[in-house]
């Protein structure tokens, strides 16, 4: 139905566009919010630049990596390199981050309306930052979950204590072999449980998170809703973008946001349904504060 050569930006000034956001947060009768990796970016939490070096600079001297996403697809000759990598990469982004203003900011606005998230992200900052649970749906996986690789059962296992297991004994850039996780069902190698082919399990919390969000759109989507898009890129926008042009478009009642710096356009469908505003996630959450 859309085209990307067919989106438009808004014509509103900025502050216009903060007001109108304002008033549609206060009116709505619920609001979808829609999280890509730029809230997480926002939040400092970046794949790149100084914070790839503070972690993994031995891996860009040893192998070339220059970010951390690039790193997650690098062809490691042993799993003991892979898991070296990847125990590394959970620990920063998952257990030991912190929680980032802009999702503490982002409940401020929310936690007394009726909201639901929907995200891409897999670095649990919604339930650090304390989000009813109940009111998100983690699509595409969670850093803090296991899975068999081949996957054999569709269920999911909890990291954190092996994860923290291999970066402590980890040695030039390998772990032990004995910490190798291998599934208990089979006995094949493990992967992280994150949607990238085919065998992404989607366990029994997937699936009653997917029906949670089925049911609250099913609920409003003849109603006055706020669909707010934060931080949600080109790489796979039929998950939340497309989706939520779509809805848009059906509903004359509702109203389309997108807030991300260098990335902000709507269809010209709904146009005059949308708010566009192009600057850093967290200075737009901190001024409807």
């Known amino acids: 139905m859309f085209l990307r050569t067919s989106t438009c930006k808004s014509i509103r000034t900025c502050c216009d566009n903060i007001e109108r956001l304002k008033n549609e947060l206060d009116t709505a009768d619920a609001i979808v919010i829609g999280v890509g990796a730029g809230l997480s970016a926002s939040a400092g939490m970046r794949y790149d630049g100084e914070r790839f070096e503070k972690y993994f600079s031995d891996f860009h001297r040893k192998y070339g990596i220059t970010d951390m996403y690039s790193g997650g697809f690098y062809p490691f000759d042993t799993l003991e390199e892979y898991w070296a990598w990847w125990s590394r990469h959970i620990l920063v982004n998952r257990y030991e981050a912190g929680v980032g203003k802009p999702y503490t900011d982002l409940l401020e606005l929310v936690k007394n309306r009726d909201y639901f998230v929907l995200t891409t992200n897999v670095d649990h900052q919604f339930q650090l930052a304390g989000f009813d649970r109940k009111r998100l749906f983690y699509m595409q996986g969670d850093y803090g979950l296991w899975q068999c690789s081949k996957p054999c059962h569709n269920r999911t296992y909890d990291n954190e204590e092996a994860v923290r297991q291999m970066v402590v004994r980890q040695k030039d850039m390998k772990i032990p072999a004995e910490l190798i996780p291998r599934c208990p069902v089979c006995g094949a190698p493990m992967n992280v449980n994150l949607r990238c082919d085919d065998t992404f399990v989607e366990d029994e919390g997937w699936h009653r998170a997917a029906e949670r ?25 039929v998950i939340i973008k497309y989706p939520f042009w779509r809805m848009t478009a059906k509903n004359p009642k509702a109203v389309y946001v997108c807030v991300n710096q260098g990335e902000t356009f709507c269809p010209k469908e709904i146009i005059n349904q949308s708010v566009c505003i192009d600057d850093d996630i967290g200075r737009t959450l901190s001024q409807l504060l």
């Open 213 to 237: 969000y089925s049911d609250f759109i099913r609920r409003h989507e003849n109603l006055h809703i706020l669909f707010l898009e934060l931080g949600v890129g080109a790489n796979t926008p």
